[in-house]
């Protein structure tokens, strides 16, 4: 069946640090592939999006591109400050093969530091 | 304002209680879901409706009993929680079923905190 995999957390960087989370998926279609974001006390809200290989999502400085070859869509932001501490989660959806649900990573816990 | 909001946003009960959890969207989506979110576990969906119909329950206990009466509008009951249950409950919205379109991403509401004492 679908699956995401990504990178354990918690992952504690200095502001203006490179931020990387590590996000790999099985899929037997071709999925949407997703990232969400969690701030304390809220609920998850799209971060980008990319609905096939080769796209690259970007928002708010972060970015993901959707790599077919590797299965994989990994987060990247430059230069991350203390507003981007949150659960960040990878989810893939795909209609063909999964129905429409999506399915979610077990979140990365990121913390930023000034 | 995420388009999806859940009421109440808090609630403590004892475990012989019986309460509901309120979920709404006012998006026009046709798929409704829950998720469990615990401390520590990943993301659980719990229930999924489309067109109001059921089309997913992922083995959950029966004391969780859903309802969803319009497109609009989703519910959680509960009766006789363990402590275990004690959680964030997280309702989304997604449009459902889109035959040859790319998925769409969920919306979330900002969950209701649940502990059960």
């Known amino acids: 069946g679908n699956s995401v995999t990504q990178m354990e957390g918690p992952v504690t960087l200095s502001e203006e640090a490179f931020l990387t989370i590590n996000c790999t998926y099985t899929?037997?279609?071709?999925?949407?592939l997703f990232w969400y974001v969690q701030y304390p006390g809220e609920g998850l809200q799209l971060l980008l999006k990319a609905t096939k290989a080769d796209d690259k999502g970007s928002n708010k400085g972060f970015e993901a591109t959707y790599r077919k070859e590797t299965t994989s869509f990994h987060l990247e932001k430059g230069s991350v400050q203390v507003s981007d501490s949150a659960v960040y989660f990878c989810a893939l959806s795909d209609q063909r093969t999964g129905g429409f649900k999506t399915i979610f990573g077990a979140g990365t816990r990121l913390f930023v530091k000034a | 304002e995420t388009g999806v909001t859940q009421t109440p946003r808090h609630l403590v009960m004892g475990m012989t209680n019986k309460k509901s959890l309120k979920c709404e969207q006012h998006l026009g989506h046709n798929a409704m879901y829950w998720y469990k979110q615990s401390a520590k576990k990943p993301l659980e969906l719990m229930f999924v409706?489309?067109?109001?119909?059921?089309?997913e329950n992922n083995s959950v206990p029966s004391r969780f009993s859903p309802e969803c009466p319009n497109s609009s509008h989703l519910f959680l009951h509960l009766h006789t929680l363990q402590p275990e249950d004690s959680a964030l409950y997280l309702c989304?919205?997604?449009?459902?079923?889109?035959?040859?379109?790319?998925?769409?991403?969920?919306?979330f509401g900002q969950g209701t905190r649940l502990t059960v004492v």
């Open positions: 899929a037997t279609g071709y999925p949407s």
């Open positions: 989304a919205s997604s449009q459902g079923e889109l035959l040859g379109q790319p998925n769409t991403e969920a919306f």
């Open positions: 409706y489309n067109f109001k119909e059921q089309t």
